[in-house]
């Protein structure tokens, strides 16, 4: 099963910049993470190894002029949880 949520806007350096700090914070710590894209809220859980990529792409077009892109990808699985195996030993 794959969910996918996007959520794109057209912000200033100080929004995308405040936005950027609220992930950096949610995701600093342990436990759940509260991840919010447009409209929506995803919980999603973090393990201790997170992979971490950067990439930078410039473009230049006669049409559309210059353009300069940053994506930043944060990849896990999250922690095995033990609440099926408390359930199971409970009964």
Known sequence: MVDKTLSADE???EEAAERLRALADEIDGTGA???RTGNKTVDLTPSGSIAYEV???E???ILRG???TVTVKLDWKPPKTTEGTEESEAK
């Open 59 to 61: 473009r230049s077009s």
């Open 33 to 35: 993470t509260s991840v």
């Open 55 to 57: 990439g930078v792409r």
């Open 11 to 13: 912000v200033t350096r």
């Open 66 to 68: 210059q353009r300069e």
